[in-house]
């Protein structure tokens, strides 16, 4: 079998994790920016963290025949000081020529401050100027539907195609309105919060399987970077088709990541 995890900060992950994915069947991965699990204390700490996204990690992942793309942003975790954040937002285009970049991600809202949401309308902008994919993070709060609402308003606004922004950490009362609003939805499947395999498996029996994917979103914290063939396998178990099983967690992954000239699988 062959996957796409399109959500896994690899940064976060050992080399073993790398090999255990390429032997499970993952084929690529594409890591969006994010928070180092502390707060960065100056600009060039996220510079050097940019270099790691485009210039390392896509060598190390290459040992294990996987293509490894990449995401650049401020996340919103570090976004609640705008005139930090902007020196941040600065660096980004430079890194935009890299052959690995996809688009701007994951931007969003944390704790739904305006000071956030500033940011990640001028995060949008970015995107729109550049013409890049968008990858959205919503709030991992009991009010993540006020959170990616606004999210969604403030994406409205823009004149960035619905169809090129996917909305991540979706749950089963969010999906529903992130896919009437014209945007792909991502299920973050996590040991314990978020979404596990079988909920996953349950949205694609309620809501259907276009525009939608499922991705593990391994990082710092307890997560499994085995979640996605474990979904598969989850499907599997409940009699659902090989091509609907492939739809979810490689060819809508393939769909949405190939509107970037820079998404290549061979």
């Given at each position: 079998?062959?996957?796409?995890?399109?959500?896994?900060?690899?940064?976060?992950?050992?080399?073993?994790?790398?090999?255990?994915?390429?032997q499970?069947?993952?084929?690529?991965?594409?890591?969006?920016?994010?928070?180092?699990?502390?707060?960065?204390?100056?600009?060039?700490?996220?510079?050097?963290?940019?270099?790691?996204?485009?210039?390392?990690?896509?060598?190390?992942?290459?040992?294990?025949?996987?293509?490894?793309?990449?995401?650049?942003?401020?996340?919103?975790?570090?976004?609640?000081?705008?005139?930090?954040?902007?020196?941040?937002?600065?660096?980004?285009?430079?890194?935009?020529?890299?052959?690995?970049?996809?688009?701007?991600?994951?931007?969003?809202?944390?704790?739904?401050?305006?000071?956030?949401?500033?940011?990640?309308?001028?995060?949008?902008?970015?995107?729109?100027?550049?013409?890049?994919?968008?990858?959205?993070?919503?709030?991992?709060l009991?009010?993540?539907?006020?959170?990616?609402?606004?999210?969604?308003?403030?994406?409205?606004?823009?004149?960035?195609?619905?169809?090129?922004?996917?909305?991540?950490?979706v749950?089963?009362?969010?999906?529903?309105?992130?896919?009437?609003?014209?945007?792909?939805?991502?299920?973050?499947?996590?040991?314990?919060?978020?979404?596990?395999?079988?909920?996953?498996?349950?949205?694609?029996?309620?809501?259907?399987?276009?525009?939608?994917?499922?991705?593990?979103?391994?990082?710092?914290?307890c997560?499994d970077?085995?979640?996605?063939?474990?979904a598969?396998?989850?499907?599997?178990?409940?009699?659902?088709?090989?091509?609907?099983?492939?739809?979810?967690?490689?060819?809508?992954?393939?769909?949405?990541?190939?509107?970037?000239?820079?998404?290549?699988?061979?």
């Amino acid at each position: 079998m062959k996957y796409i995890d399109p959500h896994i900060h690899m940064v976060s992950r050992t080399t073993d994790d790398y090999q255990r994915m390429a032997q499970s069947g993952c084929i690529a991965v594409t890591e969006p920016a994010f928070w180092a699990g502390f707060d960065r204390s100056s600009p060039q700490g996220f510079a050097d963290y940019f270099r790691q996204l485009t210039e390392y990690e896509p060598r190390r992942a290459a040992l294990f025949g996987i293509r490894h793309f990449t995401w650049l942003c401020i996340n919103p975790k570090e976004a609640d000081d705008p005139g930090f954040a902007r020196e941040v937002v600065s660096l980004i285009p430079s890194f935009l020529q890299s052959p690995t970049v996809l688009g701007i991600g994951e931007i969003g809202l944390n704790k739904n401050t305006r000071n956030e949401r500033i940011i990640l309308e001028e995060q949008i902008a970015l995107a729109e100027k550049h013409n890049q994919l968008v990858l959205v993070h919503t709030p991992h709060l009991e009010d993540k539907l006020k959170g990616t609402r606004l999210i969604m308003d403030s994406l409205r606004a823009s004149n960035i195609d619905p169809g090129r922004i996917l909305i991540d950490h979706v749950e089963e009362h969010t999906v529903g309105e992130v896919l009437d609003r014209g945007f792909w939805a991502g299920m973050t499947l996590y040991p314990d919060t978020k979404m596990t395999p079988q909920r996953a498996a349950d949205v694609i029996e309620m809501y259907g399987s276009e525009r939608i994917w499922m991705n593990s979103a391994g990082d710092w914290g307890c997560s499994d970077p085995l979640a996605v063939p474990k979904a598969r396998l989850e499907m599997s178990r409940r009699g659902h088709s090989q091509a609907l099983i492939d739809r979810v967690t490689l060819d809508n992954p393939t769909t949405f990541l190939s509107q970037s000239p820079n998404f290549r699988l061979e």
